[in-house]
Structure formats: C-alpha cells, structure tokens
T-cell receptor
Framework: GDSVTQMEGPVTLSEEAFLTINCTYT??????LFWYVQYPGEGLQLLLK?????DKGSNKGFEATYRKETTSFHLEKGSVQVSDSAVYFC????????FGAGTRLTVKP | DVKVTQSSRYLVKRTGEKVFLECVQD?????MFWYRQDPGLGLRLIYF???????EKGDIPEGYSVSREKKERFSLILESASTNQTSMYLC????????????????FGEGSRLTVL
C-alpha cells in the first residue's frame, strides 16, 4: 500500500541555518504530496503541496519539489528562524491521506 | 477561515468508561476524519465519513465507533476506554473528492488529548 517515510528527528539547528527534511514515498499511482506543520499546542496545518511530478510547492520560505524519479518530496528552507520550531509531517494523497511519522525541528537563537 | 472545533482539549477518564469526542466544522465540508497521533507513529486514521450517516473504517478502527448525524458534526466514541487508547486525537475535514483527498487539503482541529487511567 501507499506509504510515506520521513527522516527521524529530532532536528536541532541554529537560527539562519539551512534546513532539509527528507521524505520519500511509495505509491501505485500518481499521488499528491503535502507538507503539514504542527506548532506547539495546535493542530496540523498545510504548509505546501504539489500535485504532479516536477511541481514545486512553496510557502513561508519553505520549498519542496515533487521528484517522481526518486519518489521524494524533501522539505527545504534556506534560513530557519526560531518561529519555525514545530513538528513537520510529510503526507501523500491518493486513495486516502497517508502521513509520515513527523520530524520535530527545534531552532535555537 | 475554515474552523474545525474539537469539544475538549484535555480529558482524563478511567478504564471502562465511555468517552465521546466531538468535532464540528463550519465550512460545509463533505468529508470528516478522526486520526490519533502518537510519538514516532505519525497520524493513523481511525474512521472517516464522506457524507451524513456514512462511515468507513480507517487503519485502526478497533475499540472505536463514530457517528455523523449532521453534516457539520462527527463524533468519535470509545465504548469502553482502555489505557492503550491514551493518545492525542485529531479531527479533520475536507471538501469532497475520492475519500476527500486527491488534490484536496485537510483542515485540522487543535486536538483532544485523552488520558485513560
């Protein structure tokens, strides 16, 4: 069945560091791919999405490119801020929505 | 803004009690979902509903039931709570699609943290 694997955390970075959170997927068809973010004490909210191969989703300085050849959708940000501290979930949507285990990011001043 | 409201942020119940978790959305979404979130396991789908009075099992329905009598409201029921049901429960909703997904986006509530003693 469809599944999502994302890098285990926690990830701790200094402010202004470069961020990469790896995400790979397994799917039988042509899924849409998502990154959701969960700030402390809140529910999940959509960060960005891509609906077909080679699409790039972007929001709040975060980017991810749908790579069908490597079945990946890695999340990147060039310069993280303390306010980016959260748990990040990669997700795949085909017949239903499948989530990765989540990666906790802590950004220190 | 889309709003998904879960009735209780924190609950403490005893083993064997019946537990109701309520979720209401205000955007006329067809689809509603219940997930549980556990560290290291991500989100696991318990049940979802794509229409009033309709429900489908997700990956981990055992020990749970649901009710959708009105479009805006989706309730999760633990008939006899057990300690292994201690978890964070997340409700979500979305517009129609195949099981509410495809290119769709899920809108989540803030979660209900349940502790079963």
């Amino acid at each position: 069945g469809d599944s999502v694997t994302q890098m285990e955390g926690p990830v701790t970075l200094s402010e202004e560091a470069f961020l990469t959170i790896n995400c790979t997927y397994t799917a039988t068809g042509y899924p849409s791919l998502f990154w959701y973010v969960q700030y402390p004490g809140e529910g999940l909210q959509l960060l960005l999405k891509a609906t077909k191969a080679d699409d790039k989703g972007s929001n709040k300085g975060f980017e991810a490119t749908y790579r069908k050849e490597t079945t990946s959708f890695h999340l990147e940000k060039g310069s993280v801020q303390v306010s980016d501290s959260a748990v990040y979930f990669c997700a795949l949507s085909e017949d239903d929505m499948r989530f990765g285990a989540g990666t906790r990011l802590t950004v220190k001043p | 803004d889309v709003k998904v409201t879960q009735s209780s942020r924190y609950l403490v119940k005893r083993t064997g009690e019946k537990v109701f978790l309520e979720c209401v959305q205000d955007m006329d979404h067809e689809n509603m979902f219940w997930y549980r979130q556990d560290p290291g396991l991500g989100l696991r789908l318990i049940y979802f509903s794509y229409d009033v009075k309709m429900k489908e099992k997700g990956d981990i329905p055992e020990g749970y039931s649901v009710s959708r009598e009105k479009k805006e409201r989706f309730s999760l029921i633990l008939e006899s709570a057990s300690t292994n049901q201690t978890s964070m429960y997340l409700c979500a909703s979305s517009f129609s699609g195949v099981r509410g997904t495809g290119t769709g986006e899920l809108f989540f509530g803030e979660g209900s943290r349940l502790t079963v003693l």
